[in-house]
């Protein structure tokens, strides 16, 4: 993310004052809008990578594929969460989702670019795809934060980033009402992929990943379309 100009930061200390952290209010002179103290609280919240199945994010030692994922490979190639979805970020979460705070952007793609998945540096990505809103959501929530955070992704690291219309997706009962079984039943067939993306490496981003069926949903949908190989990373997971 690019930084403002000095002197339009300093007009804006002069008319609104030094930059306030977003979570304790502090001043701070962090581009992301965090001080060094929530920064350092935050960064408690990072999963340890070394002892996750890189495909599904259970418990595995030594980040060895686990035991269920061997048995029943899942669509995605590899999928990181990075942080544990507790507080403060989980508030941090639904105040920028649901209360419109799009101040609060920069502090979140930050937390992502601090903690990428560890095997990304040698997985060769073609673009990176937000997870999509069905249509009435987006019109509801007025943007989709996933978006955003994706494309804060694909320009640190100079990727493409798909349309907002490359995947189409029908409304159902938002995931959070339902149960894990319910879940899965919900989000069958829920994915229409619009773009071209046969024998391309494409990288899922999403800010929560819950059960896991919605992205392994969409990751099916776009294997079938043609995709090479699926990799998903988001922001969080609850424990």
């Keep these: 993310m690019q930084t403002p100009p000095s002197w339009l930061a300093k007009l804006g200390h002069a008319v609104w004052g030094a930059p306030r952290c977003v979570l304790c ?19 408690l919240l990072y999963t ?39 507080a403060p970020l989980k508030q941090m979460l639904h105040a920028f989702k649901h209360q419109r705070q799009s101040s609060l952007l920069p502090a979140l793609s930050t937390i992502m670019l601090h903690h990428p998945p560890p095997w990304l540096p040698e997985t060769p ?12 959501r987006l019109a509801e929530r007025g943007f989709n934060q996933s978006q955003l955070l994706a494309q804060c992704i694909a320009t640190a690291y100079g990727w493409p980033l798909l349309d907002k219309g490359a995947v189409l997706r029908q409304h159902r009962p938002p995931q959070s009402t339902l149960s894990r079984d319910k879940r899965r039943q919900n989000v069958r067939g829920v994915f229409r992929v619009a773009a071209d993306v046969k024998n391309c490496n494409l990288l899922l981003i999403d800010d929560v990943v819950t059960t896991g069926a919605t992205i392994y949903e969409l990751a099916q949908s776009l294997k079938r379309a043609g995709a090479a190989a699926v990799y998903a990373w988001a922001l969080a997971h609850p424990q």
């Design 25 to 43: 209010h502090e001043t701070t002179s962090g581009h992301d809008g965090l001080c060094p103290g929530c920064r350092h609280d935050l960064r």
């Design 48 to 86: 340890d990578a070394a002892h996750r199945c890189p495909t599904c994010t259970r418990f595995s030692r030594h980040a060895h594929v686990c035991g269920h994922c061997q048995q029943k490979p899942p669509p995605l190639a590899r999928l990181f969460t990075g942080c544990d979805y507790s």
């Design 125 to 136: 990505i073609d673009a990176v795809l937000a997870m999509p809103l069905s249509a009435p």
